[in-house]
């Protein structure tokens, strides 16, 4: 039976970039922002969240390029990784279907749905009538798909017949600056239900790692 997953997807922040003498993202993004004055002799302790206050809240977030974060992303479906790869200023390594078998079968779904209700009628080649859930549709997809690859069609080719909710795995690197934008369409109340609320998990994480860059998202 395939694996049904509700509000599985999860974030792992791999790194966040620092300077090579130690600085902080805040403290390397000022150094880099100081360059355009040349008042890096205002450099303080302290000064550089002053500083990059200062960068977002006059809109001047080309500064916040100079750092970048790396995150992974788990169990999610490939509908979210569609959308997530949109983002075009940014680099990206994702579980590939061609060589990754499959055969686990998970699958994720709405979480206000229930995937055992049996909603659709289905007419099958004989002309017999049949009603089928979520769940046993779903089942049959893993079936036929376990079906080819037994019978020797490699993943690539098996791939076909899979649905846009199985789970995937994806790890991306972008600029604070692009971050900045993904948060922005990506938590919104318009949002797809399943990046909406990974992203908005995500955004949480981050105002507490790197504060004042993402804190009046």
Not at 13 to 41: H, N
Not at 105 to 132: A, C, H, M, R, S
Not at 200 to 216: C, H, S, Y
Request: glycine share 4%; aromatic share 8%; charged share 25%.
């Amino acid at each position: 039976m395939a694996h049904i997953l509700k509000n599985a997807g999860t974030h792992r922040i791999l790194a966040i970039l620092v300077g090579l003498d130690g600085e902080s993202p805040l403290e390397l993004i000022e150094l880099c922002g100081r360059t355009a004055y040349q008042s890096r002799d205002k450099i303080t302790q302290g000064s550089a969240e002053k500083f990059v206050q200062m960068l977002r809240d006059n809109k001047h977030e080309s500064v916040l390029e100079h750092s970048c974060m790396t995150v992974e992303f788990n169990n999610v479906s490939r509908g979210f990784t569609h959308e997530l790869v949109r983002h075009r200023l940014a680099s990206y390594t994702q579980e590939s279907t061609r060589y990754v078998d499959e055969s686990t079968f998970y699958v994720v779904v709405p979480p206000d749905k229930d995937p055992n209700e049996k909603l659709v009628d289905l007419e099958l080649p004989n002309g017999t009538q049949i009603k089928l859930s979520f769940q046993e549709w779903i089942d049959l997809n893993e079936q036929m798909y376990r079906g080819l690859r037994k019978a020797g069609w490699i993943p690539q080719d098996a791939r076909q017949i899979l649905p846009i909710g199985i789970k995937s795995q994806i790890v991306v690197t972008a600029n604070f600056r692009e971050w900045r934008h993904i948060f922005k369409l990506r938590t919104a109340p318009n949002a797809h239900w399943e990046i909406r609320q990974v992203m908005k998990n995500l955004l949480e994480d981050v105002k507490r790692k790197v504060p004042i860059i993402f804190d009046d998202l």
